[in-house]
Protein backbone atom coordinates (compact mmCIF):
# COMPACT_ATOMS: atom_id res chain seq x y z
CA UNK A 1 0.00 0.00 0.00
CA UNK A 2 1.47 3.19 -1.22
CA UNK A 3 0.71 6.98 0.00
CA UNK A 4 -0.31 7.96 -4.03
CA UNK A 5 -2.37 5.23 -4.45
CA UNK A 6 -4.08 6.27 -1.11
CA UNK A 7 -4.23 9.94 -2.76
CA UNK A 8 -6.00 8.15 -5.86
CA UNK A 9 -8.24 6.19 -4.08
CA UNK A 10 -9.41 9.50 -1.95
CA UNK A 11 -9.80 11.52 -5.08
CA UNK A 12 -12.06 9.27 -7.01
CA UNK A 13 -14.49 8.99 -3.85
CA UNK A 14 -13.68 12.77 -4.06
CA UNK A 15 -14.49 13.74 -7.31
CA UNK A 16 -16.66 10.98 -8.28
CA UNK A 17 -14.63 8.95 -10.78
CA UNK A 18 -11.49 7.85 -12.66
CA UNK A 19 -11.16 11.06 -14.89
CA UNK A 20 -11.69 13.64 -12.50
CA UNK A 21 -9.43 12.49 -9.84
CA UNK A 22 -6.12 12.57 -12.51
CA UNK A 23 -7.18 16.20 -13.46
CA UNK A 24 -7.39 17.15 -9.71
CA UNK A 25 -4.14 14.86 -9.32
CA UNK A 26 -2.46 15.90 -12.51
CA UNK A 27 -1.64 12.45 -13.64
CA UNK A 28 -2.78 10.14 -16.79
CA UNK A 29 -6.46 8.33 -16.29
CA UNK A 30 -4.62 5.28 -16.61
CA UNK A 31 -2.53 6.22 -13.84
CA UNK A 32 -5.30 6.42 -12.10
CA UNK A 33 -6.41 2.89 -13.03
CA UNK A 34 -2.98 1.61 -12.69
CA UNK A 35 -2.61 2.86 -8.87
CA UNK A 36 -6.49 1.19 -8.30
CA UNK A 37 -5.65 -1.94 -9.36
CA UNK A 38 -2.59 -2.41 -7.11
CA UNK A 39 -4.06 -0.96 -4.35
CA UNK A 40 -7.16 -3.42 -5.07
CA UNK A 41 -4.41 -6.56 -5.55
CA UNK A 42 -2.32 -5.82 -2.28
CA UNK A 43 -5.47 -5.65 -0.21
CA UNK A 44 -7.00 -8.51 -2.24
CA UNK A 45 -10.87 -6.97 -2.53
CA UNK A 46 -12.62 -4.40 -5.04
CA UNK A 47 -12.71 -0.79 -3.35
CA UNK A 48 -15.52 -0.16 -5.87
CA UNK A 49 -18.77 -1.59 -7.68
CA UNK A 50 -17.68 -1.34 -11.63
CA UNK A 51 -19.97 -0.81 -14.03
CA UNK A 52 -22.10 2.29 -13.31
CA UNK A 53 -21.60 5.78 -14.78
CA UNK A 54 -20.35 7.00 -11.05
CA UNK A 55 -18.05 4.03 -9.26
CA UNK A 56 -19.81 3.63 -5.72
CA UNK A 57 -17.46 2.43 -3.03
CA UNK A 58 -17.90 -1.43 -2.10
CA UNK A 59 -18.28 -2.38 1.16
CA UNK A 60 -14.26 -3.04 1.44
CA UNK A 61 -13.90 0.55 0.14
CA UNK A 62 -16.50 2.04 2.81
CA UNK A 63 -14.34 0.05 5.38
CA UNK A 64 -11.35 1.40 3.97
CA UNK A 65 -12.13 5.18 3.70
CA UNK A 66 -11.70 6.58 7.11
CA UNK A 67 -8.14 4.86 7.35
CA UNK A 68 -7.45 5.95 4.24
CA UNK A 69 -7.90 9.45 5.39
CA UNK A 70 -6.67 9.35 8.72
CA UNK A 71 -3.27 8.22 6.78
CA UNK A 72 -3.21 10.91 4.50
CA UNK A 73 -3.58 13.08 8.09
CA UNK A 74 -0.99 11.81 9.39
CA UNK A 75 1.50 12.10 6.18
CA UNK A 76 0.49 15.62 6.29
CA UNK A 77 1.16 16.14 10.11
CA UNK A 78 4.73 14.44 9.23
CA UNK A 79 5.71 16.51 6.33
CA UNK A 80 4.72 19.74 8.35
CA UNK A 81 6.86 18.64 11.43
CA UNK A 82 9.63 18.37 8.96
CA UNK A 83 9.32 21.42 7.57
CA UNK A 84 9.15 23.25 11.11
CA UNK A 85 12.63 21.90 11.34
CA UNK A 86 14.03 23.84 8.31
CA UNK A 87 16.47 26.46 9.27
CA UNK A 88 14.80 29.08 6.35
CA UNK A 89 11.53 29.16 9.15
CA UNK A 90 11.15 30.48 12.16
CA UNK A 91 8.57 27.57 12.93
CA UNK A 92 5.01 27.03 11.98
CA UNK A 93 1.71 27.51 14.56
CA UNK A 94 -1.17 26.13 14.07
CA UNK A 95 -4.26 27.88 15.76
CA UNK A 96 -7.72 26.77 15.96
CA UNK A 97 -10.45 29.87 16.74
CA UNK A 98 -14.09 30.21 16.80
CA UNK A 99 -15.58 32.34 13.61
CA UNK A 100 -16.17 35.18 15.64
CA UNK A 101 -12.54 35.23 17.50
CA UNK A 102 -11.31 35.05 13.93
CA UNK A 103 -13.04 37.96 12.54
CA UNK A 104 -13.19 39.83 15.87
CA UNK A 105 -10.09 39.56 17.24
CA UNK A 106 -7.74 37.50 14.99
CA UNK A 107 -7.25 40.26 12.83
CA UNK A 108 -5.64 42.95 15.46
CA UNK A 109 -3.99 39.62 17.11
CA UNK A 110 -2.35 38.25 13.62
CA UNK A 111 -1.15 42.37 12.89
CA UNK A 112 0.73 42.26 16.04
CA UNK A 113 2.29 38.71 16.08
CA UNK A 114 3.44 39.21 12.69
CA UNK A 115 5.26 42.30 13.27
CA UNK A 116 7.07 40.64 16.23
CA UNK A 117 7.70 37.27 14.29
CA UNK A 118 7.74 37.37 11.00
CA UNK A 119 9.65 34.47 9.74
CA UNK A 120 6.68 32.16 11.43
CA UNK A 121 4.18 30.27 9.33
CA UNK A 122 0.77 30.21 10.52
CA UNK A 123 -1.79 28.19 10.02
CA UNK A 124 -5.88 29.34 11.53
CA UNK A 125 -8.99 27.47 11.07
CA UNK A 126 -11.89 28.39 12.44
CA UNK A 127 -14.91 25.99 13.35
CA UNK A 128 -17.39 25.79 16.65
CA UNK A 129 -16.28 25.65 19.91
CA UNK A 130 -16.43 21.72 20.07
CA UNK A 131 -14.45 22.03 16.28
CA UNK A 132 -11.75 24.28 17.98
CA UNK A 133 -11.52 21.88 20.70
CA UNK A 134 -11.73 18.65 18.43
CA UNK A 135 -8.72 20.05 16.56
CA UNK A 136 -6.80 20.47 19.86
CA UNK A 137 -7.46 17.03 20.85
CA UNK A 138 -6.46 15.72 17.92
CA UNK A 139 -3.12 17.35 17.58
CA UNK A 140 -4.40 19.47 14.43
CA UNK A 141 -3.78 22.99 16.43
CA UNK A 142 -1.55 24.07 19.01
CA UNK A 143 -4.09 25.82 20.91
CA UNK A 144 -7.12 26.50 20.45
CA UNK A 145 -9.45 29.97 21.35
CA UNK A 146 -13.16 29.64 21.61
CA UNK A 147 -15.79 29.68 24.35
CA UNK A 148 -16.27 27.87 27.27
CA UNK A 149 -13.25 24.91 26.05
CA UNK A 150 -13.25 22.71 28.97
CA UNK A 151 -11.59 18.69 28.48
CA UNK A 152 -9.97 16.49 30.64
CA UNK A 153 -6.82 16.25 28.23
CA UNK A 154 -6.98 20.24 28.03
CA UNK A 155 -5.20 23.03 30.35
CA UNK A 156 -7.38 26.03 30.13
CA UNK A 157 -6.98 29.45 30.47
CA UNK A 158 -9.80 32.57 30.70
CA UNK A 159 -8.65 35.38 28.95
CA UNK A 160 -11.85 37.39 29.25
CA UNK A 161 -15.53 37.79 29.55
CA UNK A 162 -17.58 37.96 26.52
CA UNK A 163 -20.94 38.75 27.69
CA UNK A 164 -24.02 38.53 25.18
CA UNK A 165 -25.56 42.47 25.53
CA UNK A 166 -29.04 43.68 24.33
CA UNK A 167 -27.74 46.43 21.64
CA UNK A 168 -29.80 48.63 19.19
CA UNK A 169 -29.47 51.79 17.09
CA UNK A 170 -29.35 54.82 19.11
CA UNK A 171 -31.62 56.47 16.61
CA UNK A 172 -34.62 54.34 18.29
CA UNK A 173 -37.05 55.11 21.15
CA UNK A 174 -36.89 51.91 22.43
CA UNK A 175 -32.93 52.26 22.84
CA UNK A 176 -32.67 55.34 25.25
CA UNK A 177 -33.97 53.78 27.93
CA UNK A 178 -30.81 51.90 28.32
CA UNK A 179 -32.34 50.08 31.27
CA UNK A 180 -35.67 47.80 30.59
CA UNK A 181 -37.38 44.83 32.13
CA UNK A 182 -37.26 41.71 30.24
CA UNK A 183 -41.26 42.00 29.39
CA UNK A 184 -40.93 45.22 27.84
CA UNK A 185 -38.19 43.72 25.39
CA UNK A 186 -40.23 40.38 24.96
CA UNK A 187 -42.70 43.28 22.48
CA UNK A 188 -39.32 44.96 20.72
CA UNK A 189 -38.33 43.77 17.31
CA UNK A 190 -35.78 41.10 17.73
CA UNK A 191 -33.00 39.78 15.56
CA UNK A 192 -31.51 36.17 16.24
CA UNK A 193 -28.66 34.46 14.40
CA UNK A 194 -27.13 31.10 14.10
CA UNK A 195 -30.46 29.31 15.45
CA UNK A 196 -29.33 26.06 17.45
CA UNK A 197 -25.59 27.79 18.80
CA UNK A 198 -25.39 28.76 22.18
CA UNK A 199 -25.44 32.64 22.02
CA UNK A 200 -29.25 31.50 20.55
CA UNK A 201 -30.06 28.91 23.22
CA UNK A 202 -28.95 31.30 25.93
CA UNK A 203 -30.33 34.03 24.84
CA UNK A 204 -33.82 32.49 23.76
CA UNK A 205 -33.88 31.22 27.34
CA UNK A 206 -33.73 34.28 28.86
CA UNK A 207 -38.07 34.27 27.63
CA UNK A 208 -38.16 31.29 28.20
CA UNK A 209 -37.31 30.40 31.91
CA UNK A 210 -39.15 34.29 32.54
CA UNK A 211 -42.53 32.47 30.45
CA UNK A 212 -42.10 34.92 27.82
CA UNK A 213 -42.40 34.65 23.69
CA UNK A 214 -39.39 37.03 21.79
CA UNK A 215 -41.58 39.07 19.33
CA UNK A 216 -38.70 37.40 16.48
CA UNK A 217 -38.68 39.71 13.28
CA UNK A 218 -35.39 38.29 11.67
CA UNK A 219 -33.03 35.16 12.24
CA UNK A 220 -29.75 35.09 10.58
CA UNK A 221 -26.62 33.11 10.08
CA UNK A 222 -23.72 35.00 11.52
CA UNK A 223 -22.83 37.75 14.32
CA UNK A 224 -21.73 40.38 11.25
CA UNK A 225 -25.14 39.72 9.39
CA UNK A 226 -27.25 40.44 12.85
CA UNK A 227 -25.08 43.36 13.12
CA UNK A 228 -25.63 44.98 10.41
CA UNK A 229 -29.30 44.67 10.65
CA UNK A 230 -29.41 46.06 13.88
CA UNK A 231 -27.39 49.27 12.70
CA UNK A 232 -30.30 49.01 9.83
CA UNK A 233 -32.57 50.08 12.59
CA UNK A 234 -34.28 46.87 11.67
CA UNK A 235 -34.45 45.32 15.38
CA UNK A 236 -32.41 44.53 18.57
CA UNK A 237 -30.24 42.07 18.95
CA UNK A 238 -28.21 39.87 21.81
CA UNK A 239 -24.73 40.27 20.50
CA UNK A 240 -21.29 38.94 22.20
CA UNK A 241 -19.18 41.96 23.28
CA UNK A 242 -16.30 41.13 21.71
CA UNK A 243 -18.03 41.79 18.16
CA UNK A 244 -18.98 45.41 19.59
CA UNK A 245 -15.93 47.25 20.55
CA UNK A 246 -15.65 49.61 18.25
CA UNK A 247 -19.51 50.21 17.45
CA UNK A 248 -20.33 50.99 21.29
CA UNK A 249 -17.34 53.28 21.31
CA UNK A 250 -18.05 55.04 18.27
CA UNK A 251 -22.25 55.20 19.47
CA UNK A 252 -22.95 53.23 16.49
CA UNK A 253 -24.67 51.33 18.69
CA UNK A 254 -25.98 51.19 22.19
CA UNK A 255 -26.58 48.37 25.15
CA UNK A 256 -29.31 47.96 26.76
CA UNK A 257 -29.38 46.78 30.54
CA UNK A 258 -32.04 44.11 31.22
CA UNK A 259 -32.69 45.19 34.98
CA UNK A 260 -34.80 41.79 35.89
CA UNK A 261 -32.55 39.22 34.17
CA UNK A 262 -29.16 37.81 34.72
CA UNK A 263 -26.70 38.16 32.77
CA UNK A 264 -25.43 36.02 29.84
CA UNK A 265 -22.01 35.60 30.73
CA UNK A 266 -19.73 33.61 28.60
CA UNK A 267 -15.75 33.50 28.95
CA UNK A 268 -13.07 33.69 25.78
CA UNK A 269 -10.66 30.77 26.65
CA UNK A 270 -7.66 29.45 25.16
CA UNK A 271 -6.75 25.72 25.46
CA UNK A 272 -4.16 23.69 25.25
CA UNK A 273 -3.19 19.90 25.31
CA UNK A 274 -1.57 18.86 29.08
CA UNK A 275 1.11 16.79 27.91
CA UNK A 276 1.97 18.35 24.74
CA UNK A 277 4.13 21.21 25.34
CA UNK A 278 3.89 24.43 23.78
CA UNK A 279 6.34 25.50 21.44
CA UNK A 280 8.17 28.97 21.51
CA UNK A 281 5.63 30.17 18.73
CA UNK A 282 2.42 29.64 20.84
CA UNK A 283 3.43 31.25 23.62
CA UNK A 284 4.61 34.21 21.89
CA UNK A 285 1.16 34.37 20.82
CA UNK A 286 -0.60 33.98 24.07
CA UNK A 287 1.48 37.16 25.41
CA UNK A 288 0.40 39.22 22.14
CA UNK A 289 -3.79 37.44 23.14
CA UNK A 290 -3.56 38.96 27.02
CA UNK A 291 -2.65 42.06 25.60
CA UNK A 292 -5.57 42.46 22.93
CA UNK A 293 -8.31 40.90 25.01
CA UNK A 294 -7.50 42.84 28.19
CA UNK A 295 -7.29 46.34 25.33
CA UNK A 296 -11.00 44.83 23.96
CA UNK A 297 -12.32 44.88 27.44
CA UNK A 298 -14.67 47.24 28.56
CA UNK A 299 -13.32 47.17 32.14
CA UNK A 300 -9.89 47.19 33.90
CA UNK A 301 -7.47 44.42 32.80
CA UNK A 302 -7.20 41.63 34.12
CA UNK A 303 -4.61 38.65 33.38
CA UNK A 304 -6.09 35.62 32.33
CA UNK A 305 -6.89 33.21 35.31
CA UNK A 306 -6.69 29.50 35.23
CA UNK A 307 -10.13 27.82 35.74
CA UNK A 308 -11.39 24.87 37.04
CA UNK A 309 -13.57 23.02 34.83
CA UNK A 310 -17.28 24.52 34.04
CA UNK A 311 -20.05 22.71 35.24
CA UNK A 312 -22.15 24.69 32.64
Excluded at 55 to 60: G, I, N, R, Y
Aim: with cysteine; charged share 25%.
Amino acid sequence: MEIDQIEAFLAIVTYGGFHKAAEALHVSQPAISGRMRALEESLGAELFTRGRARPELSAAGKALRPHAEELLRTVAMARQSIHELQPQTAGALRIAASLSVCTYLMPEVMEKYRAANPGVMVHLRSGNSMQVLKMVLEGEAEIGIARSLNHPEVETMTLRDDPLMLVGHPALRAASKRQVSLEEVESWPLIFYDRGSSDWTLSQGLFRRAGLIPNVVLEVETIEAAKRMVERKLGFSFLPQIALTHELQKRKLVSIEITDAEPIRRHLDVVHPRKRPLNKEALDLFGILRSATDEASRGPATAPRRRAESRD
